[in-house]
């Protein structure tokens, strides 16, 4: 199994590709400064994603995905399914007039829900996603899918925006923090922003290593060491050992996972 976490700025996408020519994208968050999902997938000649996640209906989560869908066949789409496509057209209408791409991810949520009867054969791969319901919860954040991809004993946590209510309100849940408890790479919420933050996940969740997608901006999770107090850290190959890796300062973080091998991290792939 082979991860990318992808430099998209304030945003996010990330795509796991599987031993058996298998491929998720979760978010389609684009860089005004290049990179895009849909131009990826072009250069490397995938148009099937058999799992396409969306974990927030924010802008920075869906800015490229009417590309994506224009380009590739997507097998199965998850959201949070217990939030409508009107209700998500009226909040982001608060905001202002829809861009185009916020309608293309309301369609999704309005075309592409339908029953699966043949999940794709992932490799081994395992995805298991877990959401706040509406309307205990009437955010977007706080309604994020919290998405846990897992494959060979390696566990990869994507939470999307969650925030600490909706943190505390998941915490409740038996199974999630069974899967929390084997997170190796947790990927923090709302791109390191405070808000994003809750101390009582890890009193449920020991990882080696806290990535964080951001632009420019030093969130005070960072600066204070938040996150990493929380992470037992990797070592480099020059003897560097580090708890928190940031696209800032990384680019698109990759991660290997050779069955019946460790995994290894490579930056700026």
Known sequence: MEVRIFDVSHGFCAMVATDNGGLAVIDCGHDNGGFRPSNYLREIGWNQVHHLIISNYDQDHVSDIRNVLTYANVHVFHRNGSVSPEYIRQLKLQSGPLTDAMSAAISCAANMVHPVLYMPDMGGVEIKTFCNQYPAFADTNNLSLVTYVRFDGLTILFPGDIERAGWEKLLLNAEFRLWLSRVNVFVASHHGRQTGYCAEV????????????????????????????????????????????TTRSDGTIRISKPRGSNYLVYLNQ
């Open 202 to 245: 890890f009193s449920h969740c020991s990882p080696d290593i806290i990535v964080i997608s951001d632009k420019e901006i030093v969130h005070s999770t960072q600066q204070h060491n938040l996150y990493a107090q929380h992470a037992s850290g990797l070592t480099w190959p020059s003897g560097v050992r580090r708890q928190v890796l």
